[in-house]
């Protein structure tokens, strides 16, 4: 799409309005959209259009049409969250710093996509705007809690989603959709301001190839003053594939169990990169208990994100997320400390393994994507989602980057990815190994 505006062979503005008319056609429910701006994305197609016919792209995206997840600031716009809770808020007053850097790259920012309320959970449904279906199966879920950009990049509208990822929020719809979810190193995309999840929350891209993801990534990366945590040295300097020690896992929380289906795939996948000659050796991180201690942590989060509401003002959260802040508010120090401490643990299991691989892979989501009216967990606590989703969460309490990739489909045609992952700060080693896999991967119906 750049090529075809640099070379005046493609309109930002005819982009953009097709879009807009795709979008708001919308003829499958899909409902990826909880705001769309028409005036001020063709307003934003106009200028990209002039700078292209003046030879003067702004950056990167110049003309790109990007969207926002409904959990990121976007100056004149409100920020619902997914909740009714949020109805009277007044629209933000400035954008978050990552949406700055988009603009500095030229994007066309033309609307916001669904989420989970507050992100708290993988399902597809949000109380403010509904239920977001799957473009592959609209049966079943988009994944969330970034729901609406998965959906949004899976369905063809526009090539680039700005998504977040606390527990698998960009990866696990990412796999469910078939689309490419990456989720790169704790700060490296500035966030602002800093939520209850803090060391947890990624944003992250979303896209249809590991080419786009590297290219819109390139210009969603940087430093930003309001985000501490982005403020460090950005190094562009990284292995080839063929020089990886690369590690390989069908399992990380012992409690999961995966599907045969995606397992046969991900092992056909990984003794063909072994025929191909990569450096392959199997990675044991099996782990008891890790999806429980993870959803206590998560529980104390959410009772502190909530902790100075009013009751009349709590009484707007849906029932399933009050219920798990009232559990938040009743844990126990001891419990929680125990399981603070035993993902602190893992974290060095992690960062051992790590010194002796590069890159690790493993499937991106144990199961595909469920029915709209399944339950979200697989464990005796019904709004548990990492039980039953162990590849993805286990990322962001390592803080280290990590990409969700089409691997094939099963017999009903529903997509599951690969993940790949790497040590901190190789944002690029992994995007760039991810590219190489995606030449060689044989799609397994």
Known sequence: MVGQFRRGELSPVTVTQQLLDDIQADTAGINAFCLLDPDQALAQAQAAQARYRAGAPLGPLDGVPVSVKDLVAVKGWPTRRGSLSSLTDPAAMQDAPAVTLLRNAGSVIFGKTTTTEFGWTIGSTNPHAGITRNPRSLAHSAGGSSSGAAAQVAAGWGPVALGSDAGGSVRIPASWCGVVGFKPTFGAMPLAPQSAFAEFAHLGVLTRSVADCAWAYSAM??????????????????????????????????????????????????????????????????????????????????????????????????????????????????????????????????????????????????????????????????????????????????????????????AAGLPFGLQVVGRRYEDEQVLRFAAELELLRQPTA
């Open 221 to 410: 990366a940087g430093a930003h003053p309001l985000d501490p945590s982005s403020l460090y040295p950005r190094a562009r300097n990284s292995l080839p594939g063929r020089c990886l020690r690369i590690g390989w896992a069908t399992q990380v929380d012992a409690d999961e169990a995966l599907d045969p289906t995606i397992d046969a795939a991900f092992r056909q996948f990984v003794a063909h990169l072994g025929t191909a000659g990569y450096d392959l050796q199997p990675a044991d991180l099996r782990t008891e208990g890790l999806a429980e201690d993870m959803w206590r942590v998560w529980q104390s989060r959410i009772y502190e994100s909530f902790i100075d509401w009013a009751p009349e003002k709590l009484a707007l959260l849906d029932p399933r997320l009050s219920g798990v802040y009232e559990a938040g508010a009743r844990l126990n120090q001891a419990t929680l400390t125990r399981s603070r401490a035993r993902l602190r643990a893992f974290a060095t299991r992690v960062a051992t393994l790590f010194s002796n691989i590069d890159v690790l892979l493993t499937p991106a989501t144990s199961q595909v994507a469920p029915s709209l009216n399944a339950p979200v967990a697989a464990s005796a606590d019904a709004e548990n989602w990492f039980a039953g989703n162990g590849f993805a969460f286990p990322f962001n309490i390592t803080q280290m980057p990590a990409v969700a990739m089409p691997l094939g489909v099963n």
